[in-house]
């Protein structure tokens, strides 16, 4: 598992066992411009669970030091996320946004464009070797290649859409 800590969650929570498996996968390779939006609605629909199962699950890796809670702010015109703000800064940064950058607007937050949210801040449980096993086994790529053989290989038979790839290997500092 990447996240070995979901084990005992997921006796706490009495999961199945591949729910647990999907989840963890899920985990690890969020891309960087997702992790820090997880929310209890995204989980939910993601993985086809009940909202306050979801919103249980959350708060047991917030405790376990795997998520960190979060302030999202969103655009009140194009909904897009803008900030991401901690308890302690959200007055402050909500405060400070005037602009969308997004879609170009000039904006003023109000608490209905607040969402709370969890951010990943534990790194998952791989080396760099079983990250490259694993990403070929996923992406069907044989590991013997180099980085730019195995790109080029990628792009050649569009097999994948280049931000599946481009996020795994840019997504976390895997050195231990
Ligand atoms: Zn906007």
């Not at 969020?30 to 959350?58: C, M, Q, R, W």
């Not at 376990?64 to 703000?85: D, N, Q, T, V, W």
């Not at 990403?135 to 790109?151: F, M, P, Q, Y």
């Amino acid at each position: 598992m990447f996240y070995p800590k979901l084990l005992k969650i997921k006796k706490e929570l009495n999961f199945a066992e591949d729910l647990i498996d999907e989840f963890d996968k899920w985990l690890a390779f969020l891309p960087d411009s997702e992790n820090n939006v997880i929310t209890v609605g995204k989980v939910s629909t993601k993985f086809n669970i009940d909202y306050t199962i979801a919103e249980g699950l959350l708060d047991k890796l917030c405790n376990e030091g795997i998520l960190e809670e979060r302030f999202i702010i969103l655009c009140p015109k194009c909904e897009r996320p803008i900030r991401s703000a901690t308890k302690q800064s959200l007055l402050d940064v909500a405060n400070d946004v005037k602009y969308c950058y997004k879609c170009n607007t000039e904006i003023k937050i109000t608490m209905e464009d607040i969402i709370f949210s969890y951010k990943l801040v534990e790194k998952p449980n791989i080396t760099e070797t079983e990250l490259k096993k694993y990403t070929s086994k996923v992406l069907g790529i044989d590991d013997s290649l180099s980085k730019a053989e195995r790109l080029n290989k990628l792009l050649k038979e569009g097999k994948k859409d280049l931000n599946d790839f481009f996020t795994f290997p840019l997504k976390h500092k895997y050195q231990k």
